[in-house]
């Protein structure tokens, strides 16, 4: 027992040593890297507290007659803005780095379908970086409706049902499985459609989708 304990004495004065010549011939480069990262770490937060902060506030505030005008359906000025306010588009060149300026992702996209620009709405949505279980689904269904209206069908399908899975919710995962029905009796593939509509019936009683779906279901049982 006895041999033991100096055994493992000798093994630790021993590990104290070798970590104590370590030291003395890596010291300088050690606190050279410890300093470095202390430095970095204050640069980041300086940068956040002192730049980014300020600009998501100033960027939120430049945004607000963009957002008025889109809840006008004004959507050229939305997008465009006018000589006192940024549109969406020069929030996006102004502020791409803030919150504010990915949001303007999302409503630049929405704008741009709302007014016909199909392949400019997807673009804008693939860009937005979704951050919350509202806007996320419904920037893919955004997505999905350009893609339909430009004819693309099954990418539009593709996009509903990704939406349905992004948030499950009544409100847009039975809007999104309904869309996915009626892209499928589009494309005459009736027992996909029953599937979507059945995920409906099935998981969605409180939805405003529930109470139609059984016709949409008799006539893709009928295709």
């Not at 099935?202 to 949409?216: F, I, L, Q, T």
Request: hydrophobic share 40%; with cysteine.
């Amino acid at each position: 027992m006895k041999d033991q304990k100096e055994e493992t004495a000798l093994e630790t004065n021993d590990l104290l040593t070798k970590g104590q010549l370590f030291f003395e011939k890596n010291g300088k480069l050690i606190i050279i890297i410890v300093c470095a990262i202390l430095v970095i770490l204050a640069l980041i937060f300086g940068l956040r507290k002192w730049y980014f902060q300020p600009r998501d506030v100033q960027a939120s505030e430049e945004m607000f007659a963009a957002e008025q005008w889109f809840g006008q359906g004004n959507y050229e000025l939305a997008l465009n803005g006018n000589d006192n306010h940024l549109g969406f588009l020069g929030m996006i060149d102004e502020y791409g780095n803030t919150k504010a300026g990915n949001l303007a992702h999302y409503y630049a996209g929405v704008s741009q379908l709302r007014l016909g620009n199909y392949d400019e709405a997807i673009s804008q949505l693939k860009k937005y970086k979704a951050t919350d279980l509202f806007t996320k689904p419904m920037a893919l269904m955004c997505q999905a409706d350009a893609q339909m209206e430009a004819g693309r069908t099954q990418e539009a399908i593709d996009l509903y049902l990704k939406a349905a899975k992004a948030s499950d919710n009544f409100v847009s995962a039975p809007t999104a499985l309904f869309k996915a029905g009626m892209g499928y009796i589009i494309l005459g593939n009736g027992a996909k459609a029953i599937d979507c509509f059945k995920q409906i019936k099935a998981n969605y009683p409180e939805s405003s989708e529930w109470s139609e779906v059984d016709k949409y279901m008799a006539y893709a049982e009928n295709m």
